[in-house]
Structures are given as C-alpha cells and as structure tokens.
C-alpha cells in the first residue's frame, strides 16, 4: 500500500474474517494538515487479500490500540493507525518512526515507500502474474507494472526459456510441437 492507503485505513475496511482489507481512501498532508483523498489512481480503490500472519498482527494491533485508548479515555474513531489521542498518524511522523526502527534494527535504510517497491519485485520473482501484483498494488494497468519492475524481469527470460524446455519433453514422443505433420519452433 502507499503512505497515504495505510494511513487512510480504517478498521471497518479490515475484513478478519475473510482475510481483506480494502482500500477505499487515503490521508495525504496539504500544508502539514491531513486531508481525505479518494486515490491517486482509479484503480486506487481496490480489496487486496492478506496472508494470516498478517491478519494476526492486525488483530493483536487492533487489541493493544483498543487497550491503550481505554485507558487513556480517548474515544475510539476508527482508523487503524492513530497517534496517543487517536488521532490518524501524520505522513511525517510515519516515516520518521520507519526511519528510527530500521536504525535502531541495523537494517539497510529505505525509503518507507521502498517496501511497497519490494513487495512487487519479490512477487514478480517469486512467479505471480504481474496482473495480480498490478492489482495488488493498485496500478492504473499492469504495463506501469511492468516498466516499474522491468530489472526483474530479465533473469526471468532464462527461467522461462528453462520452463519451456520443460513442459516440451514432459510431452508424449512424436506429440510435441506437431502441427500439420512438421515441427515447429
């Protein structure tokens, strides 16, 4: 998701149950005050599917900032991700929190967007069809996709031309590449 769709998220767009959330508005900052957006593509409000670890965090998120609200008296208002007062996070201070976890882990520094970028490029390694991930991460179609993620792309020429040989010998003897009584390529 983007800075602006995780801070944009609200509980009632967790879907526990079916494993989904979706995002349906972001909060951007306009002279360091947050505003509503609905997207910055129409493809922009999309479902994604999550994996159950991730669920998890969510659901255990959700407990401790109900118990940390409760007790300091704030009126729960929904979104997922709120400061002390339950106010929704600035983009500022997310990202400076990011900053000062990866120091303080010494792990190598990123851009907080940069694990968006990450995501992508280790689906498309892992296989995914680049139209899902296009899905997933909400592009206008899946060409950006693809000319984002393009350094990805080349050393899966010589992974597909090994599938290829592949699927050709797992093929019946004589059957293979038979059109018309000749081979073709």
């Given at each position: 998701?983007r800075r602006s769709e995780l ?22 900052e306009v002279a360091y005050e ?123 020429q010589a992974e597909a031309a ?24």
């Amino acid at each position: 998701m983007r800075r602006s769709e995780l801070l944009g998220l609200r509980w009632d767009d967790v879907v526990f149950e079916k494993k989904r959330v979706s995002i349906n508005r972001g909060l951007v900052e306009v002279a360091y005050e947050l505003h509503e957006s609905r997207g910055k593509t129409p493809n922009s409000m999309r479902a994604v599917d999550l994996d159950p670890t991730t669920v998890k965090m969510l659901k255990a998120w959700r407990d401790w900032q109900m118990t940390g609200q409760e007790a300091a008296g704030v009126e729960p208002d929904g979104w997922v991700f709120t400061n002390s007062d339950g106010e929704p996070v600035h983009p500022h201070s997310i990202c400076q929190t990011f900053e000062r976890i990866a120091v303080r882990a010494g792990v190598p520094r990123i851009r907080l967007h940069d694990i968006r970028h990450t995501h992508g490029t280790l689906l498309i390694k892992a296989g995914v069809p680049v139209k899902v991930v296009s899905e997933r991460l909400g592009h206008a179609n899946p060409a950006f996709t693809v000319d984002t993620y393009q350094h990805v792309l080349p050393g899966m020429q010589a992974e597909a031309a090994h599938t290829f040989e592949q699927l050709i010998k797992e093929q019946r003897p004589g059957t293979a590449g038979r059109r018309a009584g000749r081979r073709t390529a």
